[in-house]
């Protein structure tokens, strides 16, 4: 069985930084790319950054471009986002997301999510 | 970017009624696009993909169709556990992007 759990989330205050983990199961890690996406409080879904399987291709949104960075480490299953400069418009939950094809790269579209964590920007 | 909008933004209606969302996409996306359940309180779940292949486990009253620009998603028949926002999502390149939501409720 697919397993996502994320986390790592929290309040922060405006300019501060925060790490999230994606810890994943179930799956061959390596095989797939994985997203982040996030949801505003009682907004739509919006989708912040993908990796490619071997880590060698990263993809940012525009609004989080310079700011965050994805990774992974493929020896402990695991999706990471380092979020940095953060500011109020980021607070969210944040999903990470797994790709439905078993190539390695990003086809942009979701099979599994995990139930998401919550970031907070406030002072 | 292109932008998705989906329209109507939220629906009411009886269980048993087909019930039929609309998703636009501002530039031709072929059919790189997805559907995606979000029920109150719940993480998104994928219900369709390449704009009409259903995704494994989902019931066969969902279906969608279209191509280029115009999408639809289609509900045969109303179930009260079918109370959800509904999403489509464009994912023929970075960046991928989601539609603003339409919310189904029962009548």
């Known amino acids: 069985e697919v397993q996502l759990l994320e986390s790592g989330g929290g309040l922060v205050q405006p300019g501060g930084s925060l790490r999230l983990s994606c810890a994943a199961s179930?799956?061959?890690?390596?095989?797939?790319?994985m997203s982040w996406v996030r949801q505003a409080p009682g907004k739509g879904l919006e989708w912040v950054s993908a990796?490619?399987?071997?880590?060698?291709?990263?993809y940012y949104a525009d609004s989080v471009n310079g700011r965050f960075t994805i990774s992974r480490d493929n020896s402990k299953n695991t999706l990471y986002l380092q979020m940095n400069s953060l500011r109020a418009e980021d607070t969210a939950v944040y999903y990470c997301?797994?790709?439905?094809?078993?190539?390695?790269?990003?086809?942009?579209?979701?099979?599994?999510w995990g139930q998401g964590t919550l970031v907070t920007v406030s002072s | 970017d292109i932008q998705m909008t989906q329209s109507p933004s939220s629906l009411s209606a009886s269980v048993g009624d087909r019930v039929t969302i609309t998703c636009r996409a501002s530039?031709?996306?072929?059919?790189?696009l997805a559907w995606y359940q979000q029920k109150p309180g719940k993480v998104p779940k994928l219900l369709i993909y390449?704009?009409?292949t259903l995704q494994s486990g989902v019931p066969s009253r969902f279906s969608g169709s279209g191509s280029g620009t115009d999408f639809t998603l289609t509900i045969s028949s109303l179930q009260p556990e079918d109370v959800a926002t509904y999403y489509c999502?464009?994912?023929?390149?970075?960046?991928?992007?989601f539609g603003p939501g339409t919310k189904v409720d029962i009548k």
């Open positions: 530039q031709g996306i072929t059919n790189y």
């Open positions: 179930g799956f061959t890690f390596s095989s797939y790319a």
């Open positions: 997301a797994k790709d439905p094809h078993n190539n390695g790269w990003s086809y942009y579209y979701f099979d599994y």
């Open positions: 990796i490619s399987g071997t880590g060698g291709n990263t």
């Open positions: 390449a704009a009409s």
């Open positions: 999502q464009k994912y023929n390149s970075a960046p991928p992007t």
